[in-house]
């Protein structure tokens, strides 16, 4: 049963990165999608402290060495001005950064206590919890939605548009499909017989179909949107599925691609440490946002995505850092509609209150 259990973690893993991708064993990473290994700063070396960091924090207090993961995509993104600024020495603790291409290159490290914070999708963490018997906890959301609903016509302003058409998408059988079901069900649309949806397994072969046709629809997230329409005049994007999703929750939910966990026993060991982190990813966050063509030159830098089509993507990406009773309304209105779809796809059950770190 554990093997099962970690097999379907890892299958629906995979599936949320499309939506948006004892030693540390980065060398023995798939050559197709390696992971990156950011230098840190060392701990011995004499450095400067973050200028807007916590002021309780003193300036000579001794660094501990951090291990944190993202994937590559929106969910790394709100952390790379901690990871510039680790370079040099200017984060109040070490941090060693692994930048991976897929989840399961996370998942074992987070499993085995390797790796002590990580920026992964949110049903991942919540599968992660189950499977671990709740070994992590969520401390934040850092991306919501990165779903739209994009067109080379003009005919959708609506979700209600959207019945009778054929939409073009990625994610069968994962969040994005789940995500494009619970808004259809809300506007009273059949998934299965008020329209089609021809799923592919690329992203690259959607966007085939988007450059051939002069009226086809299709969902797709960011960056991908970006880089599509980048080499398509013709397409537009009609609807933002989070702010869809928003209009009609009822529960204060998003659609919640990408979160934050932090490893329950390097929590309990290393409190301030962690809200330390916390809040140099906060300042990150609203730097990426205000500092859109410095952040998109480090994107690239830390092989995360290509600066030119993330400089015109962030702001679709919604990069935020929400904690606290948001992020619970948030987040557990999310799972609870994944998990009304499909139970798998949390983790066989909603996770309980002591998933949520509110600090």
């Given at each position: 049963m554990k093997k099962i259990s970690v097999i379907v973690m890892l299958l629906f893993s995979l599936a949320a990165l499309a939506a948006c991708a004892g030693k540390m064993q980065v060398n023995k990473q798939p050559e197709e999608n390696p992971a990156t290994v950011m230098p840190t700063s060392t701990p011995q070396e004499e450095t400067e402290p973050v200028s807007e960091a916590p002021a309780d924090v003193p300036a000579d207090k001794e660094k501990i060495t951090i291990n944190i993961a993202a994937l590559?995509?929106?969910?790394?993104?709100?952390?790379?001005?901690?990871?510039?600024?680790?370079?040099?020495?200017?984060?109040?603790?070490?941090?060693?950064?692994?930048?991976?291409?897929?989840?399961?290159?996370?998942?074992?490290?987070?499993?085995?206590?390797?790796?002590?914070?990580?920026?992964?999708?949110?049903?991942?963490?919540s599968v992660l919890y189950n499977n671990t018997e709740g070994k992590i906890k969520m401390a934040g959301i850092n991306t919501l939605g990165v779903l739209y609903i994009v067109e080379t016509g003009n005919s959708i302003n609506s979700v209600e548009d959207l019945k009778g058409k054929t939409i073009y998408s990625t994610g069968l059988g994962t969040t994005p499909q789940y995500t494009l079901n619970y808004l259809l069900n809300a506007y009273g649309i059949d998934p299965e017989k008020d329209l089609t949806v021809e799923y592919k397994s690329e992203a690259t072969e959607v966007a085939a179909v988007l450059n051939e046709a002069d009226n086809a629809i299709a969902m797709l997230p960011q960056p991908y949107v970006t880089t599509v329409m980048m080499n398509n005049e013709k397409l537009r994007i009609a609807l933002d599925l989070a702010k869809e999703w928003e209009a009609v929750s009822s529960d204060n939910s998003s659609v919640v691609t990408g979160v934050v966990v932090v490893s329950k026993d390097f929590l309990e060991n290393n409190k301030e440490a962690f809200d330390t982190f916390m809040a140099e990813y906060a300042l990150s966050v609203k730097f990426v946002n205000e500092n859109i063509d410095e952040a998109s030159a480090l994107v690239e830098?830390?092989?995360?995505?290509?600066?030119?089509?993330?400089?015109?993507?962030?702001?679709?990406?919604?990069?935020?850092?929400?904690?606290?009773?948001?992020?619970?309304?948030?987040?557990?209105?999310?799972?609870?509609?994944?998990?009304?779809?499909?139970?798998?796809?949390?983790?066989?059950?909603?996770?309980?209150?002591?998933?949520?770190?509110?600090?």
């Open positions: 590559k995509g929106p969910t790394a993104i709100g952390m790379i001005k901690i990871m510039e600024d680790a370079l040099v020495s200017k984060t109040v603790n070490s941090y060693n950064f692994i930048i991976a291409g897929a989840a399961d290159e996370i998942t074992a490290g987070i499993i085995k206590g390797e790796i002590d914070i990580a920026a992964i999708p949110c049903n991942l963490a830098k830390f092989d995360i995505f290509k600066a030119a089509p993330i400089k015109k993507a962030i702001p679709y990406c919604n990069i935020v850092l929400i904690q606290g009773e948001e992020m619970k309304q948030k987040a557990g209105g999310y799972l609870a509609a994944l998990y009304a779809q499909n139970p798998k796809a949390v983790g066989g059950k909603l996770p309980d209150d002591s998933f949520y770190y509110m600090q």
